[in-house]
């Protein structure tokens, strides 16, 4: 079955700290993963996707097959980086997403 | 970027009625969208994929006759909540996915809050 786990309801670090945002995946072919934030009062917007391999605000992803994982991190973690963070999964032939639950991130000053 | 504008931002409607929500692709051709429901402090759960010009494909569990989905062109998909109750009373979020030239990103609207007096 096609799944994506984010164990996390709540992430609360300090500014400055790393942060890891943990994501897990089930799928039996190739998917492809990506990264949606949810700022407060704003829409769902892409953050990353692993076949970028690129760093946007400083988040990265890596995609391990082997613990079918794609979890985020960031080195040092800022205020504004505060927001409702989505895992999602693509595998069908239409592009459709499958979202984890989400975790919501709290950086404190 | 690009653009999905999502209209009405709410609504408030009596039971029995029905009610159309808007999805429009505005700088770009929008081959699939999708529909999407989202509960207070959960996911998004996808309700539907709608293709231009085909009917839309619904996820197990959604009522197709509940929830009408029109794809007539290829920047505009409506989803029409018909016969309104209490329990459809959601959060509704629209996305579109430019195929020509980001493949399988999907562009989100800002959403719709539906509530069923």
């Known amino acids: 079955a096609q799944r994506v786990t984010q164990p996390e309801k709540l992430l609360s670090v300090f500014k400055g700290a790393p942060v890891e945002l943990k994501c897990n995946y089930s799928y039996s072919g190739s998917p492809e993963l990506f990264w949606y934030v949810q700022y407060s009062r704003q829409r769902l917007q892409l953050l990353l996707r692993h076949i970028s391999r690129e760093s946007i605000k400083g988040f990265t992803a890596d995609l391990n097959k082997g613990e079918t994982s794609f979890h985020l991190k960031k080195p040092f973690a800022q205020e504004e980086d505060s927001a409702m963070y989505y895992c999602a999964l693509s595998g069908g032939s239409q592009g459709n997403l499958i979202f984890g639950k989400g975790t919501k991130l709290s950086v404190k000053p | 970027g690009a653009v999905v504008s999502q209209h009405p931002s709410r609504v408030i409607c009596k039971s029995g009625t029905s009610v159309k929500i808007e999805c429009r692709s505005l700088?770009?051709?929008?081959?699939?969208m999708f529909w999407y429901r989202q509960f207070p402090k959960q996911s998004l759960m996808l309700m539907a994929t709608s293709n231009e010009g085909s009917k839309a494909t619904y996820e197990q569990g959604v009522e197709k006759d509940k929830f009408l989905i029109n794809h007539a062109s290829l920047t505009l998909s409506t989803l029409t909540v018909t016969s309104a109750h209490p329990e459809d009373s959601s959060f509704y979020i629209c996305s579109a996915i430019d195929r020509g030239v980001t493949k399988n990103i999907q562009y989100f609207g800002a959403g719709t809050r539906l509530s069923v007096l």
């Open positions: 700088d770009f051709q929008a081959t699939t």
